[in-house]
């Protein structure tokens, strides 16, 4: 990972020279100069992480072979910027884009630049959260804290020059989308899975974790939150439903745990509408915003997916349709789960939901803004709820299918 001294804080550092430099060195660029840009601010409470702009640039020749507009990504200055450097966010995205990307088959934004001013030994942050998750759950609330605090001393800087795929049809979570598009992202997602399913290759990328060595983070985030969530929602949770988060108080760790035991694959950890998007000439899914990557059951993703892209009203018997069709999208790249265990893991997937979504409007390490976010939080929390009414939860840790 090539460091650089010189990277930019926030937006505010963009200027025309640091432009041209960067792109010359992306290779994007030749002798021509970036003469000027002008910029707008796109994802507003969309991405938690990160600052989103798309740059429209001026060029000292009119003639010259460049991108008129790309996506500049660049840390958020809230406290959520703490919350994606303790995480790893950034730097994983970065390496995703540098290391990653060419090897996929499936699309995401072309890259041209990226640069960060320190890194940490991957196999050393992945041994030390082994070590973390080994103590109890006292020990890992106080170290948390201890980490958090040294993190906000040294922020570290981080950014990101990729393709403007804004002409293509977006994505949007709170207007939802068509049964054809989420068959369409259902068909990207298993050409991601079946390509790292079982595969060696997760094992030389430490710098993405497996979602079980942070099963007592996650139970710790989730116990510090979902009181606050359960008061401001006294009046709508039904008797069940506080059974269910009940249970999670007790049974969450050892969920995230099973969950992690399962046949892993690469999964991309926030896949959902606001994160693709179609490319009707080409029939094709492009996957961008890969900060959140982790090594895990595919029940997990379509869980995450799937509890986001249906619409609160929609059926068990369609929501059994795309599992399958999903299921069937494995078979055809070669990877074949039975419907039993797949069904298992979407369930235990969905549980885990409520375990990471329904207390986030309470976490005070991460802020979802006033409009939009909260608005998409709530709906997506409605809708998970909705899909979890015939699970049975109690028993759910008892037997895994074959």
């Known amino acids: 990972m090539i460091l650089k001294k010189e990277v930019p804080f926030s937006l505010k550092d963009i200027n025309a020279e640091w432009l041209t430099m960067a792109l010359r060195e992306g290779g994007v660029l030749g002798d021509e100069q970036v003469t000027g840009f002008t910029h707008t601010i796109i994802g507003e409470e ?7 702009a798309i740059l429209t640039l001026e060029y000292s020749s009119k003639d010259v072979d460049a991108p008129k507009t790309m ?23 970065i390496r995703f884009y540098r290391d990653l990307k060419p090897t996929l088959k499936i699309r995401s934004p072309m890259h041209y630049y990226s640069a960060l001013n320190a890194v940490d030994d991957p196999r050393v942050i992945l041994e030390r959260l082994k070590n973390l998750n080994r103590l109890p759950l006292w020990a890992v609330a106080i170290i948390t804290i201890i980490i958090t605090w040294i993190v906000g001393l040294t922020p ?33 997602m298993a050409k991601l899975h079946a390509q790292f ?37 006294k009046d709508h949770l039904t008797e069940r439903q506080v059974r269910l988060i009940d249970w999670l108080k007790a049974n969450g760790i050892e969920l995230t745990e099973k969950l992690g035991s399962q046949p892993r694959t690469l999964l991309h950890g926030d896949f959902r509408l606001d ?7 080409r ?31 929609t059926t068990e018997e369609k929501t059994d349709e795309m599992i399958e069709y999903y299921r069937q999208g494995l078979l055809k790249l070669g990877v074949e789960i039975s419907p039993a265990r797949l069904r298992w893991q979407y369930e235990a997937g969905m549980l885990s939901m409520v375990h990471k979504i329904a207390p986030i409007l309470f976490q005070e390490q991460l802020e979802m803004g006033k409009d939009r976010g909260p608005e998409v939080m709530q709906g ?6 909705r899909k979890l009414e015939r699970v049975e939860f109690e028993r759910i840790l008892d037997e895994i299918p074959a």
Not at 71 to 93: C, D, H, S
Not at 201 to 220: G, R, T, Y
Request: net charge negative; glycine share 6%.
């Open 46 to 52: 969309t991405g938690f992480l990160g600052e989103i």
């Open 71 to 93: 996506v500049l990504k660049i840390p958020t200055a809230l406290k959520n910027r703490r919350l994606g450097q303790l995480m790893g966010a950034y730097e994983k995205e």
């Open 156 to 188: 570290r800087r981080y950014v990101l020059l990729i393709e403007d795929v804004s002409h293509h049809r977006l994505g949007d979570q709170l207007a939802g989308c068509s049964e054809t598009d989420v068959k369409a992202a259902l068909d990207a």
């Open 197 to 233: 399913w079982g595969s060696d290759e997760l094992e030389d990328m430490p710098w993405i974790a497996p979602v079980d060595i942070s099963s007592k983070i996650m139970q710790l985030m989730f116990l510090q939150s979902i009181g606050k969530f359960t008061k401001a929602n």
């Open 275 to 281: 994160n693709l998007c179609f490319d009707d000439k």
């Open 283 to 313: 029939n094709e899914v492009l996957i961008f915003d890969w900060q959140t990557m982790l090594v895990g059951s595919a029940g997990m993703e379509l869980a995450y997916f799937l509890s986001a892209a249906l619409p609160l009203e």
């Open 380 to 385: 997506w929390i409605d809708k998970i709820f």
